[in-house]
């Protein structure tokens, strides 16, 4: 990542998600913010407003200059692009429950009717080789998980 790149994360007004460390370029406009922007959330650009926001979700500036660049706002690592849409298309909450989800079911007698399944992949792989779920098990020494996990700490990105 070169110098000029930065990670931020993103939140919309119309969602509790949160995109975390998406990549952007200082000398971007904020134009081609919003359309990168418009690209994974579906709002529309001309619709949006951006607010930078600090670590501690303090709004530091109004990103209002669509002929701007976005280093010209001072944003700093893992700092916050919330974008309020005056318009929202959609509701983000549809997409975020999925109770309202229908769900794909099949019952039994018509799965094993069909040959594309990974039960019949499974088994055929296990006629061909006797050992063939057996010999992918990796065995790890219980000192080196213990010295693995004094280096990790809550919060970290895996």
Known sequence: MDSSTIKMNVTHSASSMRFQELRFDMTQTIASVKASLEMRLGSASDSMSLQLKNGSD???AEMSDNSALLGH???QEHYTIHV??????????DFEDTSKVEKFK???EAYEKRDDTFRKFKENMIKKDPNFLKKNKKHVDENFQEEEAKVIEIGNRC
């Open 73 to 75: 706002y001072g944003p």
């Open 84 to 93: 309020v849409d005056s318009s929202p298309g959609f509701n983000f909450e």
């Open 106 to 108: 099949i019952s039994e």
């Open 58 to 60: 303090e709004v530091v």
